[in-house]
């Protein structure tokens, strides 16, 4: 019988990046952890004892297959243009690669074209019959229930079709090693005895949905629901909703106070809708965006004739709100003279067009937004103290999205949701590095900000795939992390102390390369090291995986 053999795994340990400084580890843009097969021992034998044998080896046969298919979605991105047996052996490398257990092919065969899969393994050190025998004792069947779980997942993520492995032999039950056989689901006699170890477990899925029963009534009894313009749990968010909705069954004048891009638009929007105006208009005004000698026109109306260019007369802003609500944003932008007939309509309830001195009774509700400090533009003189005392009867103060982590998960998810449909176009969702980064960002554009950095991402990602750290954050490098590698003996690198700044730019110029071949040299050493990965190239080099791509297109084209 033919030897199979491994590609070479060095591209798979590039992947592997330990973050100490933040506390993470990485596979490619996938988060892990380490942890103790002590504490899994303990999860594996509490799971016992409570749910049972069978419902236990359901939920970690489940969790097997679900790291399978994340796998299997890396192996055809990394080894997409290899040969279809080195990318499957992705599979079996990173099980190695990540601890599990050491794999050796003996018989394998695929063909990606018919679906015709056939695979048989032997495993040894296996860290699941190990610590199986250490907590509940030897066994009358296999054990290895979430490496079965991890090959199955794998394999039908990798060939588009389900295929069942089973584990023949174990240590657990007194064989010499485990070995396991994989091929289409049909094609086993016993199929339905071991499918149902796949499916969602029924007595978990009773507990949720019972669950699910309590959470609807509770919600129903509050009446507390959220409407669908705003999304967030966090505890400021939950503060200013419910002051909302506290607001929405009165006719307050509300004033919403927040950085630019926080969604004090959506916030306006949704108190209105949760009124009983909703059936009227609702109209938004961007006070900062009109011209000045145009506001008072724009929001009062004007008649024909009173002044040049005044041709017919029409309606302003307050009219058109008429039996709904006005929404002013940026009105710490309006002008004095503008402010000075802006609060005899909050207090008389009536306006007068330009030109006109016939007085229209108005039935509004208002609602203004600003991102200035009212208090001290008040003692700069630019904005009236007796506006704001009317204005700021109820104020709300909407967070800025860094004071929201919490909520940024939910936020990217309804993004996700909507631009998918718009652009048709499916995706897995935001990788787990990118999510970090994400929730580590500042965000001086707040939510606003956030919206078309998810749209762009969702651009740029193929279809089917993840959203990345590259795709979101186009001017920044695609790593800012303190990461250290695993070498090929298997240990972590040695980082090399950066040598003094000053020093290196003196043996720099001291040694005459030109610019361009030290750019040169730079980028051949990176992509040598990293073994021809370019994602590990440009993270070594500090920049983008495209500012590398463009780098090395303009090298070979020179």
């Known amino acids: 019988m033919t030897t199979i053999r491994y590609p070479e795994s060095n591209d798979l340990r590039n992947l592997v990046k330990f973050c100490e400084r933040d506390g993470t580890i990485w596979l490619a843009e996938n988060r892990m952890v380490l942890m103790h097969t002590s504490a899994l021992g303990a999860l594996r034998r509490e799971l016992v004892g ?33 040969s279809m047996q080195d990318a499957f052996f992705t599979g079996p490398q ?11 092919p003996i018989e394998m065969r695929l063909d990606f074209d018919s679906g015709d899969f056939y695979g048989e393994f032997l495993w040894e050190n296996s860290w699941e019959q190990d610590i199986h025998l250490r907590e509940l004792g030897q066994s009358d069947e296999p054990v290895c229930w979430s490496q079965i779980g991890y090959a199955s997942g794998y394999t039908s993520a990798f060939m588009g079709r389900f295929i069942l492995f089973k584990e023949v032999e174990c240590v657990a039950c007194g064989h010499n090693h485990c070995r396991i056989v994989g091929k289409p689901l049909e094609e086993w006699d016993d199929a339905d005895q071991h499918a149902g170890y796949f499916e969602s477990d029924s007595m978990l899925n009773h507990l949720l949905e019972l669950r699910h029963q309590v959470d609807y009534l509770r919600t129903t009894i509050s009446q507390q629901t959220q409407t669908p313009q705003l999304v967030g749990n966090s505890k400021g968010f939950q503060h200013a909703h419910d002051l909302v909705t506290r607001a929405s069954g009165t006719q307050v004048t509300v004033l919403l106070l927040g950085e630019t891009g926080v969604g004090k638009e959506r916030f306006a929007r949704t108190l209105h ?21 145009l506001i008072e026109s724009e929001l009062f109306g004007v008649e024909k004739g009173a002044f040049t260019g ?23 932008e309006l002008p004095l003279a503008a402010q000075a007939k802006l609060l005899r309509v909050l207090q008389e309830g009536e306006i007068e067009r330009l030109g006109d001195d016939r007085v229209r009774k108005l039935n509004i509700r208002l609602v203004a937004a600003t991102n200035v400090d009212l208090q001290a533009a008040v003692k700069a003189g630019r904005f009236r103290s007796d506006l704001y005392y009317r204005l700021s009867v109820y104020p709300i103060q909407i967070p800025p999205l860094r004071e929201r982590i919490a909520d940024i998960p939910l936020l990217i998810e309804a993004m996700l949701a909507r631009f998918c449909t718009l652009y048709e176009k499916k995706l897995l969702g935001v990788s787990d590095k990118a999510m970090q980064a994400i929730k580590a960002y500042q965000w001086p554009g707040n939510v606003r900000e956030l919206e078309n950095m998810i749209e762009r991402g969702l651009i740029l990602a193929p279809n089917g795939g993840w959203i990345e750290l590259e795709h979101l954050f186009a001017n920044v490098a695609a790593s800012d992390f303190s990461e250290t590698q695993i070498t090929q003996a298997g240990g972590l690198e040695q980082k090399k102390e950066p040598c003094a700044s000053s020093a290196l730019i003196d043996a720099i110029l001291d040694s005459g390369i030109p610019f361009e071949d030290l750019e040169t040299r730079l980028i051949d050493e990176a992509v040598k090291r990293a073994d021809g990965n370019l994602a590990g190239a440009a993270r070594r080099l500090g920049i983008t995986r495209p500012q590398l791509q463009y780098r090395l297109k303009k090298k070979d084209g020179s």
């Open 50 to 82: 409570s749910v049972g044998k069978e419902h236990a080896r359901r939920l970690l046969t489940r969790m097997g297959y679900a790291a399978g298919v994340c796998d299997a979605e890396l192996a055809k991105r990394i080894r997409g243009h290899q």
């Open 94 to 104: 990173l099980h190695m690669l990540e601890g599990i257990v050491r794999v050796t």
């Open 273 to 293: 809708q949760m009124s009983n105006r909703k059936q009227g208009p609702f109209v938004a005004v961007n006070c900062a965006a009109m011209p000045n000698d």
């Open 310 to 332: 005044a041709q017919t007369s029409r309606m302003g802003k307050f009219e058109r709100a008429d039996g709904g609500t006005l929404f002013l944003d940026e009105i710490g």
